[in-house]
């Protein structure tokens, strides 16, 4: 079928929409009509060339829409279904079995390969024969997009589907760091170095999860305010003052946990430095793979300290997206509040807006719910 997508043909240029066309689910796939999808910084890492992955490519992976066909294998949804569209992973590995499909042993095939796994395409142009797809098991920069069952998601219709692509990726990463992998308790605390759409995720997950003590960080005190709005008992601005102090004067011995999602090493190093006895600092920043972080060997083993890697927020998307969902309809996760709308041909203003800070969280807007 006939669809429109948003190539990016070369490192660092702009999106450009083109006709190109979309074969038909295979037997374990999903036909999904891209209704609106989030913006995520790894749009941007891949464009930009960052990290590996091959170009041209139809890059987008916080696709929402509506089931329009599936494969005859297919049993998690069905034609009609609201859905969002998340990471893919393999089912069937060590990490998957063990319930960890975010660290999925084919990880790089499921979503950075360009392809599908076995190296087949969904998406085709004639005059691009090299052109790749299947970003995240997805490429939803574009009207239609053909997913595997496993990152297809099933949501509920009573809330707004143009708003919930982003839980699919960027949200679900901030939230789940906090609830999942860190599991931080009722009354902890908690520092979060970097306020944008998965630092703030992070900031209201603290809040769902009672601790007493929430200290965003930033350079942008415009964000710094949003944090507060969102649940953040304190802030610091990095460029006036001593952070590691700063947290020491706010907690007394530091905090519980500290969360970085800058991936730049001396802040990561300040993070760990922030923590208390026995602390445990989460990690989830993309980092060029030349970086290096410095530590001197007892930041981390006299005191017990934990620094730990997270991808996606550990989660199960079928268990943690609805999970989110329903703490959104009871007003304790208003992720509505990062979002800014665009429309699919206003792509490059929105990364634009995205990459400057002056939009947390872009969401293009595709087709409607109705069709
Ligand atoms: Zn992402
Ligand atoms: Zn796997």
Redesign the pocket.
């Given at each position: 079928m006939k669809i429109t997508a948003a190539v990016v043909r070369e490192k660092g240029t702009p999106f450009v929409l083109e006709e190109a066309e979309l074969d038909q689910p295979q037997p374990q796939e999903v036909l999904v009509r891209i209704v609106a999808t989030g913006i995520c910084h790894t749009d941007m890492v891949i464009r930009n060339q960052q990290m590996a992955a091959p170009l041209p490519m139809v890059l987008g992976h916080e696709g929402a829409g509506v089931v329009e066909a599936i494969g005859h294998e297919v049993t998690e949804v069905a034609v009609g279904d609201h859905v969002v569209l998340t990471f893919g992973?393999?089912?069937?590995?060590d990490?998957?079995r063990e319930g960890f499909?975010t660290y999925?042993?084919?990880m790089l095939e499921h979503n950075f390969a360009g392809s599908r796994p076995d190296g087949s395409h969904r998406i085709h142009q004639h005059a691009t024969p090299d052109l790749h797809d299947s970003f995240f098991s997805q490429s939803s920069f574009a009207t239609y997009a053909v997913a595997h069952e496993n990152n297809t998601i099933k949501v509920p219709k009573d809330v707004p589907l143009e708003l919930l692509g982003p839980l699919g990726c960027g949200i679900q990463t901030g939230a789940g760091a906090v609830l999942n992998s860190l599991n931080v308790p009722a009354g902890s605390s908690i520092a979060i170095f970097g306020t944008g759409a998965v630092g703030l995720a992070a900031v209201m997950a603290a809040g769902v999860a009672e601790a007493t003590t929430i200290i965003a960080i930033d350079i942008n005190d415009a964000r710094l305010a949003l944090a507060k709005e969102l649940g953040a008992t304190h802030t610091i601005n990095s460029k006036t003052g001593n952070v590691v102090e700063e947290i020491q004067k706010i907690t007394g011995k530091g905090t519980h946990f500290a969360f970085d999602t800058t991936g730049r090493p001396e802040i990561i190093r300040t993070a760990v430095q922030g923590l208390r006895t026995h602390g445990v600092c989460g990690m989830v920043g993309v980092t060029a793979p030349d970086k290096e972080i410095t530590f001197g060997p007892n930041d981390i083993m006299v005191a017990g300290r934990t620094l730990k890697g997270i991808l996606q927020g550990d989660s199960v998307p079928s268990i943690f997206i609805p999970r989110l969902i329903a703490l959104y309809k009871k007003g304790q996760f208003p992720f509505d509040k990062l979002v800014k709308f665009y429309e699919f041909d206003q792509i490059n203003e929105a990364a634009e807006d995205s990459e400057k800070g002056i939009t947390i969280k872009p969401i293009l807007r595709i087709g409607k719910v109705g069709a």
């Open positions: 992973y393999c089912g069937k590995c990490s998957c499909p999925c042993e084919h």
